[in-house]
Each structure stands twice: as structure tokens, then as C-alpha cells.
């Protein structure tokens, strides 16, 4: 094409193509290299050494020693006796599918409330239809820690949730915090506006005249949600899944403050292993599994929205 | 729309949608509230006042972590808008699709990866080169995971926006720095704004990275506010909690309106 320009003066707006890259020429690179090196300074180098510290050895005062081992991987599953005999001990696992079964049914419940309103607000008018959306987002930009805060005091003692069952009954004086379902609760809620906006985004753009014609066809509307709606928005509720499985994979605050210590899931773990210097290398190593996780995740969700692309 | 016979109307789903809002924003109200209650044990309602905003606002260990997370916030603020700028100039306008592709990757980084991950693997690179400066270490993390807040406005701005403004003050003779200067920054500058706004509140609210990082000197208002939800709900807090979340509404509303201002001059 650029051939054409030059050997034809009178084609101006092609002959003008060159100069787009006079004035962009080398920006890609001049302008990415600050991110890169702010990226790879801040993120990928720690994500290697991160790496690389999960296979070190505890040190004798917190921190650890360079070396190769895999004593931080094999504590998940045993417990090293005084005399080095391995015992294995459920513990870690029990926080690991804690977290898997926690993630995952936040994932699932944002999924069951999302669908039904986002299908609501996609329905309505220009106008409001704005507004909604901008009512979903707003709590997304409120301090995580506040919100969690909030639901401390819904279902902690002499708080809303209690004092709303004790009218139907219940005993006074009860608290619903520090177990999996306070935990839970407070997952649901801080992550559920990631879920309704990409689930909207796709039901926004879904054809109207395809609903029509499942109707046409003799399908009831259950059987239209299930074999025209859903199938289409299958993007959107494959991003809304990455957004929220993601951070509720690595979910601190809310056991922390919810769960009450007791009840950790795998990013609490991790936490907990930095934060008075007690294994680094354990520590490292629950964080590189979580990266596994995520990793698996995003390829298997990617994979699975692609190949609906495909065959819808 | 009303017609009860619409194919594409479900039953019930208005009165679900008004119960979601409600589980929206319930809690919220629940927090502000409390914060107006007399009695020091949150769940007892006795009486109206104001004398925990009062008390909230001469706390000096919170105007401490305010002044620390405004430093913070506003220094990571500045770096992640100006390397997002960068970058999405690049991306949107240079030439090299499998670079650019990879850039975009890695620049949104940070929105793929546990947080909680990204700050113990920040936690021992410091710790590693011997870094010492509290608020230089929060400074670096908070730029990192700021930028793809920045980036995504910036990039969903210069995507829409035509070259011929540019071309056309090339052509009249303006330099590099001229058509940067008088035509692409004007016309990005919703963009902009609405990512260094959305910046300013993810670092203003973050907890896992700060928490990590922070020691003596360098406590930011979340990682302060965690300190107070651990010694126990109390309604001075409450009045805390209800002053941040009235802030943040109001700068997230204006950084979504200029946004959404912004996409309607492209139509």
C-alpha cells in the first residue's frame, strides 16, 4: 500500500501515512520502558525470587538461607519430628480446601445474585440503566477493610442480624461471627459488584430478537434463559469468575476479621508466615501454590470462554 | 417494557433487583448510623450525638496515618498516572503488535496476581537489597498496583480518539512536544483524570500490601483502622469509618462522571 503512495501524488491521505510513524516512531519502546521497569522492579523480579525463596532453607532467626530444598513444600503435608521421622498432618490441607470451597461458593453465589440483576438493569431504560450501573460500582471504590467492618457489626453481638432473628425467636446475646459462613458473608459482599459488571456487559450486548425467536420456537422463558440467555453471556460470566475467583483465592481481611484467626484460609497463611518472621520458605511456598491455582484457573476459564466462542 | 406478555420480562426480578441494592448498600448505612449512637457499645442504640466525630477528629495517631496515606497515595499517584500515560501512548500508537500485546499484559500484571502474593515477594526483595525507607518501599508497591487503575481509563480514551487532530498539528509545523502538549493531552485529560483518580482511591485503600510493608513510622489509615477493628467495634470508629466511606463516594462519583463525560464526546 505505502508503494502506491509514493509512486501517486495524488493520493494524499495515503501519501500522509509515513508521518504517522514520524511523529510515533520508537514510542513503543520509549514509552513502555518506564512500566517495564517499574513492573519488573516491583513485580516480576520479586515474583522470582519469591520463587526461589520457596525452595530455601529456614533460617535460624527468621529469614531464610539460599540453598535447594523442599522443606517448605513438604510442610503442607508433614510434620518433621525432633529426629527428622515425617508425619503427615491435615492442617494446611484443611486451609487449602478451605479456601478452594470458600472461593469457589463466593464465586457461584456472586454468579446466582449477578445474572438475575444485571439481565434487570440491562432491560431498563437509557437513563437508568446508568444509574444502576453506577450504583453497582460505587461500593467497589469504598475501603475493603470498611465494608468488611460493616458486616463485624451486622452479625457480631447485639448487632442487626441478631437482633432481627431474636424477634422471630431466637435466643438473645447470639454472635454469627468467627466461623466460614461469617467469612463467607463478607467475600460475597466485597466482591460482588466484579461480578455484576461484566455479566451486564454481555447481556447488554445480547440480541433481543434471539429471545423472540426462543419464544417463537415454543420456548418458555426457563428454557430461553438456559438455551439462549446463559449460553450467550457465557463471556461475561467467565470474566466475572476470573475477577472474583482471583482475589477470593487470595483473600486476607475477610478471614482475618471474619473467620477470627482460627478459621485461615491460604492467604492469611501467608501472611501470618511473614508477619512475625516465623518461615519464610513455608511461607513462600503456600504463595507459590496460590499462584498455581490462579494460574490454573485463568488458563482453564480462558480456555473454557474461548471454546464457547467457538461452538456458539 | 411494562407489558406483562414481554418474552424478555422475567416475574419478580424488579422486586430482586430492589433487594440487591438494599443488601448493597444496608451495610453502609448500618456503619453511619451507628456512628451518630451515644452509648460506647455499638449494638445498643441510646441516643443521637456527635461527639465521636469529634472525638475521631482529634485523634492524632489517625490524622498521623491520614497524613502518611496522603503522602503515600498522591506521590504513587503522580508515578503510576505518568508511566500509565506513557505506556498507553505506546500501546494505542506504536507499530510492534506482539510487543505492545505483552506490555499490556504486564502492565495490568497487578490485576491478575493475589495482592497478598505480590506483597511478601515485594516484602523479601526489599528486605533482600537492604531497602530501609518505610515510606519509599510503600511508595514503589503502591505505584506498581496503581498503574493498570491508571492505564485502563487513559487506554479506553486514546482508543476512541482519532489521529487526524495530531496529524493535522504536525502538518501546520507544531514539534513533538507542541501537538503532545496542545492536542493530545487536552483530549485525553478526562481519561487521565478519572485514572489518577481511581489510583488515588486503590492506594488511599489499600490494606494487604501497606500491612506488610509498613513498620513503625509508616502506618497507613487502613493498616491504622485495622489496628482499632482488632481492639474491638466502637463507635468512634464507626464515625471514622462513616467520614472515609462519605469520601470515597464523593471521589469515585466525580472520577465516573468525568469518565462516563468523556465516552459521550466520543459518540
Not at chain 1, 522492579?41 to 530455601?56: D, G, M, Q, R
Not at chain 1, 422471630?168 to 460482588?192: E, K, Q, R
Not at chain 2, 510487543?99 to 495482592?115: A, D, G, K, Q, Y
Amino acid at each position: 500500500m505505502s508503494d502506491i503512495a509514493h509512486h501517486d501524488p495524488v493520493l494524499p491521505s495515503v501519501a500522509a501515512e509515513p508521518s504517522r510513524g514520524g511523529i510515533w516512531r520508537n514510542l513503543a519502546v520509549w514509552g513502555l520502558l518506564p512500566s517495564w521497569l517499574l513492573m519488573g522492579f516491583a513485580l516480576l523480579v520479586p515474583i522470582i525470587i519469591i520463587a526461589a525463596v520457596s525452595f530455601a532453607t529456614r533460617g535460624a532467626y527468621g529469614g531464610f538461607d539460599w540453598g535447594f530444598n523442599l522443606a517448605g513444600y513438604r510442610q503442607i503435608l508433614f510434620n518433621e519430628g525432633w529426629t527428622g521421622e515425617l508425619e503427615f498432618t491435615p492442617q494446611y490441607m484443611v486451609i487449602i480446601l478451605r479456601t478452594l470451597l470458600l472461593a469457589g461458593t463466593t464465586t457461584l453465589l456472586c454468579l446466582l445474585m449477578a445474572v438475575p440483576v444485571a439481565y434487570y438493569i440491562a432491560n431498563q431504560p437509557r437513563h437508568l440503566k446508568t444509574i444502576l450501573v453506577y450504583l453497582v460500582t460505587l461500593p467497589f471504590w469504598i475501603s475493603m477493610i470498611l465494608r468488611i467492618y460493616a458486616w463485624m457489626i451486622i452479625l457480631g453481638r447485639h448487632g442487626p442480624m441478631p437482633r432481627l432473628l431474636e424477634l422471630f425467636g431466637a435466643p438473645g446475646g447470639l454472635s454469627f461471627m468467627y466461623n466460614d459462613g461469617a467469612t463467607l458473608a463478607a467475600m460475597v459482599y466485597t466482591y460482588m459488584p466484579l461480578m455484576v459488571l461484566p455479566v451486564f456487559a454481555s447481556i447488554e450486548k445480547l440480541d433481543g430478537t434471539l429471545i423472540e425467536a426462543a419464544h417463537d420456537l415454543y420456548g418458555n422463558r426457563w428454557i430461553t434463559l438456559r438455551r439462549v440467555i446463559l449460553p450467550l453471556t457465557a463471556p461475561g460470566i467467565a470474566a466475572g469468575a476470573i475477577l472474583v475467583f482471583v482475589p477470593a483465592l487470595g483473600a486476607v481481611l475477610e478471614p482475618t476479621l471474619m473467620g477470627g484467626g482460627k478459621q485461615m484460609m491460604m492467604g492469611s497463611l501467608i501472611q501470618l508466615q511473614f508477619g512475625g518472621g516465623r518461615n519464610w520458605p513455608f511461607g513462600a511456598a503456600i504463595a507459590m501454590t496460590l499462584l498455581i491455582f490462579v494460574t490454573i484457573v485463568l488458563i482453564l476459564i480462558a480456555r473454557r470462554a474461548a471454546m464457547r466462542e467457538v461452538t456458539t | 417494557m411494562s407489558d406483562r406478555n414481554d418474552v424478555k420480562r422475567y416475574p419478580g426480578l424488579g422486586a430482586l433487583s430492589l433487594l440487591f441494592f438494599v443488601y448493597l448498600y444496608a451495610p453502609l448505612a448500618v456503619v453511619v448510623v451507628y456512628s451518630f449512637n451515644e452509648n460506647r457499645i455499638t449494638g445498643v442504640w441510646t441516643q443521637f450525638s456527635t461527639k465521636w466525630y469529634a472525638s475521631a477528629l482529634q485523634n492524632d495517631a489517625l490524622m498521623d496515618a491520614l497524613k502518611t496515606s496522603l503522602i503515600v497515595a498522591v506521590t504513587a499517584t503522580v508515578i503510576a498516572t505518568t508511566i500509565a500515560l506513557s505506556a498507553a501512548l505506546a500501546i494505542i500508537r506504536g507499530r510492534d503488535l506482539r510487543f505492545r500485546r505483552v506490555s499490556e499484559t504486564v502492565v495490568n500484571l497487578p490485576l491478575l496476581l493475589p495482592e497478598i502474593v505480590l506483597a511478601v515477594a515485594t516484602l523479601i526483595l526489599f528486605s533482600l537489597i537492604g531497602l530501609q525507607n518505610g515510606m519509599l518501599k510503600l511508595i514503589i508497591a503502591h505505584s506498581a498496583f496503581c498503574t493498570p487503575f491508571a492505564f485502563l481509563p487513559i487506554r479506553a480514551r486514546l482508543q476512541g480518539m482519532s489521529l487526524d487532530f495530531e496529524e493535522a498539528a504536525s502538518d501546520l509545523y507544531a514539534s513533538r512536544l507542541t501537538v503532545f502538549r496542545r492536542v493530545t493531552l487536552p483530549l485525553i485529560l478526562p481519561g487521565l483524570f478519572s485514572g489518577a483518580m481511581l489510583a488515588f482511591l486503590i492506594s488511599m485503600d489499600d490494606f494487604i500490601t501497606s500491612n506488610m510493608l509498613s513498620s513503625g513510622g509508616t502506618t497507613t489509615l487502613p493498616v491504622y483502622i485495622f489496628s482499632l477493628i482488632r481492639a474491638g467495634t466502637s463507635p468512634e470508629l464507626n464515625a471514622i469509618a462513616t467520614m472515609l466511606i462519605l469520601a470515597s463516594l464523593i471521589l469515585a462519583t466525580i472520577a465516573l462522571l468525568v469518565a462516563s463525560r468523556g465516552e459521550r464526546d466520543h459518540e
